[in-house]
């Protein structure tokens, strides 16, 4: 199934899917507005996000698949992993960690 761009203001799920949004710091480095993507993981769902968008995916995963430290998940508005079950109407927030003084 291909993925769908949101508009903002739009409705958010079409059928079985999960809506995933990225934090401005992401958006910064690489396009990637808010989509509607399936499956019933976290993981699954951000496959099909990289599948779409390939350079996102080192921004967010590294070599070995796992969650770099500096990103956090959340799924609706609980921290999440990878293996996290979705269904249908969930929201999915992958969020790069600040630092610096």
């Known amino acids: 199934m291909p993925l769908?761009?949101?508009?903002?203001?739009?409705?958010?799920?079409?059928?079985?899917?999960?809506?995933?949004?990225?934090?401005p710091n992401l958006r910064r480095h690489l396009p990637c507005p808010s989509l509607d993507a399936s499956g019933g993981t976290v993981g699954e769902v951000l496959a099909q996000v990289f599948?779409?968008?390939p350079r996102l995916k080192s921004y967010v995963l590294d070599d070995q698949a796992r969650l770099r430290r500096h990103v956090?998940?959340?799924?609706n508005s609980h921290k999440a992993d990878l293996a996290a079950p979705v269904v249908s109407g969930d929201e999915v927030y992958v969020m790069q960690a600040l630092s610096g003084g």
Request: no cysteine; proline share 7%; glycine share 12%.
């Open 72 to 75: 956090t998940l959340y799924l």
């Open 4 to 23: 769908r761009i949101v508009d903002p203001g739009g409705p958010i799920y079409d059928g079985l899917m999960v809506r995933v949004s990225f934090t």
């Open 51 to 53: 599948a779409q968008q």
